[in-house]
């Protein structure tokens, strides 16, 4: 899955802003090993499948769980309201996942000829294997394609974007064993363009997360073989063809690159557990905001109490309502100590954890347990889902 914005300039020079994934901090302060990292992700069901290593998770050979696909949700969510919500002219479109026939102009980058291999362990009639070899590798093309549409829509008036989020089809690449943060390198692709490419440095090396390509006008005459003046907007008095920027990121590598920047492993408040792991995510991006959990009360029953149980749906569905995801770890039936069930819930990245107990029934209090400062306050249940609300929209405008 990637993302992509081709943003159609003057031809001028331009500063451009950094890209989302770019703006990321890393929070983890100490080392970790691609073991750390990955069997956490499958312990905690970000991924899915047996055993994690790098050539698997980065070969397509996991899916993603359902905390995974949460927080690829969610980070799809901030990319595209940062991307083509609160920008002017920025026009969102959902191309073709291959080129509908031979009619259509040739594309400018090469496409895929080889189907994936889990494509070709089932029966695939001769139809579906010719659909497939046209599968895009990028999403460059279905943006240059519908530029014309996009022009005349703005009145031709320059500059303006395309974004786009789909799927795409491309062979797997090398791993870089070159440690550091983020780093950008320029390169020429098979067109002799320009091209900036920016990696991650995940605990087994460097993958690249997005890249960056400057075109000029071929960009758009190799794809549209109609009239030059047909492709011309409006540059002040000018008529000109556009030049293009275009910028593409991989999404399952900016998940794997969010996560890798929000592990922590940090001594543990509890003196029989030697370190505590914690996933200090985001709070927009964590796929659970807050877990509503019994605490352990006076009997073995307490979870047994109906009326406990029906005050924990009860917020749970309250905080849906507005908009806050919730864990409902009130279901489990299997008895932990309360320490291992935060280490549970940190090792989610769950931001929040409310536990109803006696003092719930007697006063409407609450206990809430803080995820990155593990201090756990006191407050009243009515104003659980306003103080979370605003935990989030605060976070927002960071």
């Not at 294997?129 to 895009?136: Q, T």
Request: aromatic fraction near 6%; charge should be positive; hydrophobic fraction near 35%.
């Amino acid at each position: 899955m990637s993302w992509c914005a081709v943003g159609v300039a003057r031809r001028t020079r331009r500063s451009f802003a950094a890209s989302p994934l770019l703006q990321c901090r890393r929070l983890a302060a100490g080392e970790q090993t691609h073991g750390d990292l990955l069997d956490l992700c499958r312990r905690r069901n970000f991924l899915l499948g047996g055993q994690t290593t790098p050539p698997s998770v980065l070969g397509g050979g996991h899916g993603l769980g359902p905390l995974g696909a949460q927080m690829k949700r969610n980070l799809l969510q901030k990319w595209w309201e940062a991307t083509a919500l609160r920008r002017d002219q920025v026009l969102p479109i959902d191309s073709l996942c291959h080129r509908p026939g031979t009619s259509d102009p040739p594309s400018p980058r090469p496409t895929i000829r080889t189907a994936p291999k889990s494509w070709l362990d089932r029966n695939t009639t001769r139809e579906e294997l010719e659909k497939m070899a046209d599968l895009r590798q990028d999403l460059l093309h279905g943006a240059l394609y519908n530029y014309l549409p996009c022009l005349e829509l703005l009145n031709r008036k320059l500059p303006f974007g395309i974004a786009e989020v789909g799927r795409c089809f491309r062979p797997i690449t090398d791993f870089a064993q070159v440690p550091s943060r983020f780093s950008v390198a320029d390169h020429h692709d098979d067109a002799g363009r320009k091209i900036s490419i920016i990696r991650y440095d995940f605990p087994w090396g460097e993958e690249p997360i997005e890249r960056i390509s400057s075109m000029d006008d071929s960009a758009l005459t190799q794809v549209h073989h109609g009239p030059i003046n047909s492709l011309q907007g409006r540059d002040g008095r000018k008529s000109v063809v556009p030049h293009a920027v275009w910028l593409s990121s991989d999404v399952e590598r900016g998940l794997l690159a969010y996560l890798s920047d929000a592990m922590q492993v940090m001594e543990s408040p509890a003196p029989q557990d030697q370190r505590r792991t914690v996933l200090k995510i985001h709070p927009l991006l964590t796929p659970v905001k807050v877990a509503v959990d019994m605490g352990r009360g006076r009997a073995a029953e307490l979870r047994l109490v109906c009326t406990r149980f029906q005050v924990c749906e009860g917020l749970c569905g309250e905080l849906r309502g507005c908009g806050i995801s919730v864990w409902p770890g009130y279901l489990e039936t299997l008895q932990t100590r309360m320490e291992q069930l935060y280490t549970k819930y940190d090792e989610m990245g769950v931001l929040f954890t409310a536990l109803v107990s006696d003092a719930t029934l007697e006063s409407g209090l609450i206990q809430l347990r803080s995820r990155d400062t593990t201090i756990k306050d006191t407050m009243h249940v009515s104003k659980l889902s306003a103080f979370l609300t605003q935990h989030m929209t605060a976070a927002d405008n960071l």
